[in-house]
């Protein structure tokens, strides 16, 4: 008999864990279940809303008018041209965007062709401009004057040292803006030191020949920042009261910035090698091929001064 009660004992004991597994089995069994189904519910709905998200900014973007393409001009391949030897005997100056020219004008001498803007010598540098060139002698410390051999000159003292009967001037736009007392004066004082600094230089030499050339603009970036006196406004106002005075007194003056500009008139940022107006090697392709069509009209009597220079385009 009591062998028979402890049978029966352990048969209700295995019966009552085998059913509390069970139990406990089909416990967890569920929450996994619900689990599993919140969770697929869960990324239903993101993706529900992924979707719907993207459709939303497909339904905009489809809407929104594509920027127009800036239509600037292509950059081609150096290469010689006789009409080069125009340029024989001739002096250029300026700040750091003529700098920069002269620099790979006698790269492509060596790599192109050696008669690449024939003889003519580059005597520009950093900050030049009509107003250091009054302000400034040789014998100011860090002066921002042409040097010529070693030797620093102000603009009407080149010509003698150089030889050169032709002395090219880039309009130094953000050396001599920059230096005005305000930004409300900036464009009537730079123009001022530009009248001033041309005076000095034919009344020393009379027979000189003087080209001017304009200020090249800002990129959007650059434009858009907080530097009032330099703004494409202001070089453009600039650019236009020099080649009105260029007119009224005979001096040729030729446009190099606008086969710069995009569509909206600004320095393109695809020649920029700065984002603000320093030009990249390639692009001064461009100042390459204006100056040459310069030359050209010149030989063939043709030349005509702009009678302004081209609008800005809003933006």
């Not at 028979?4 to 139990?23: E, P, Q």
């Not at 100011?140 to 001037?169: E, S, V």
């Not at 050396?175 to 123009?191: F, G, H, I, P, T």
């Amino acid at each position: 008999m009591q062998s028979f009660m402890k049978k029966l004992i352990a048969l209700l004991l295995t019966a009552a864990f085998a059913l509390g597994v069970c139990a406990c089995g089909a416990e967890t069994g569920g929450d996994s279940s619900v689990s599993e189904a919140e969770s697929v519910e869960s990324t239903e709905s993101a993706e529900s809303t992924e979707e719907s998200s993207e459709e939303s900014v497909a339904d905009v973007s489809s809407k929104r008018e594509p920027r127009p393409k800036d239509p600037i001009r292509e950059l081609g391949e150096i290469k010689a041209d006789s009409v080069d030897s125009f340029f024989n005997n001739s002096v250029f100056i300026g700040y750091s965007i003529m700098m920069h020219f002269g620099r790979y004008v006698g790269e492509w001498r060596e790599s192109v062709d050696e008669s690449i803007m024939g003889n003519a010598l580059f005597c520009a540098g950093v900050s030049m401009g009509f107003t250091t060139d009054r302000i400034h002698t040789p014998d100011t410390p860090d002066n921002a004057l042409p040097l010529y051999q070693g030797k620093a000159y102000n603009f009407a003292d080149l010509p003698a040292a150089t030889g050169c009967d032709t002395l090219y001037i880039g309009l130094s736009g953000y050396s001599d803006l920059k230096r005005a007392e305000s930004a409300e004066n900036c464009v009537q004082q730079a123009y001022r030191e530009a009248v001033m600094g041309i005076g000095r230089i034919r009344d020393k030499n009379p027979d000189l020949k003087i080209v001017i050339l304009s200020s090249t603009y800002n990129t959007a970036i650059y434009d858009a920042l907080p530097e009032a006196r330099c703004s494409n406004e202001k070089v453009y106002e600039y650019n236009n009261m020099v080649l009105n005075y260029c007119n009224g007194k005979g001096i040729d003056f030729v446009d190099v910035s606008t086969c710069l500009t995009d569509h909206r008139g600004r320095f393109a940022e695809e020649y920029a090698n700065d984002e603000e107006y320093h030009i990249i090697k390639e692009a001064y392709y461009l100042w390459l091929e204006e100056l040459r069509a310069y030359a050209r009209a010149k030989t063939e009597g043709a030349w005509k001064n702009p009678e302004e220079m081209p609008t800005l385009p809003a933006a």
